[in-house]
């Protein structure tokens, strides 16, 4: 938690300012760099301290953990499809995060049954991203198809906004 510290206070900068979207791509690159960065570099680092190629070794905990911590992540995902985040889709994060606290805290002194159910608190997280993978569909080819226009540097939206396109050829004359 103290690591995503600075990313949370800089989220919480923007809304306060009235910048919402600046919060919310701030803490979604928050995301991207943890899990390209600091995961994706973890067994590399193992593998240079080990002098050879060498994969992580997780105990159960860690492996519980890493797998909860991905299920999340592809729920958050599906939950900004739209490229929108609701007041509903808030809460039900919010929901979902403060049974994971719990159950952790009621299981504190028992690891097995705190890893069981926080694993199938990770299958619930999965569970959820496939129905709202399936009920975002033509919102989710819509962002694919805004992202690779913007990778390439033209948006038919605004070319359409600007009077220009294939749309308006003849229009004008």
Sequence with gaps: M??????VVIAVLFVLSGRAEGGLTTMISDKINQWT???GMLPLAMSVGAGA???LPLDARQHEEF???AAQSLFGVALLLRLRFSLLSAVVLAAL???QIVLAFVYRADAAKAIASLTMLGWLYLGLAAVLFM????AAWRAV???EATIHGHDPQAAARRG???DTVGRNG
Excluded at 2 to 7: F, I, V, Y
Excluded at 135 to 138: E, I, K, Q
């Design 145 to 147: 198809r805004k992202l």
């Design 135 to 138: 009920l975002s569909g033509p």
């Design 97 to 99: 995060f403060s049974v």
């Design 67 to 69: 797998f909860l911590t």
């Design 164 to 166: 220009s396109g294939p």
């Design 2 to 7: 103290a690591s995503e510290a600075p990313a």
């Design 37 to 39: 960065l600091l995961v």
């Design 53 to 55: 190629i060498t994969s």
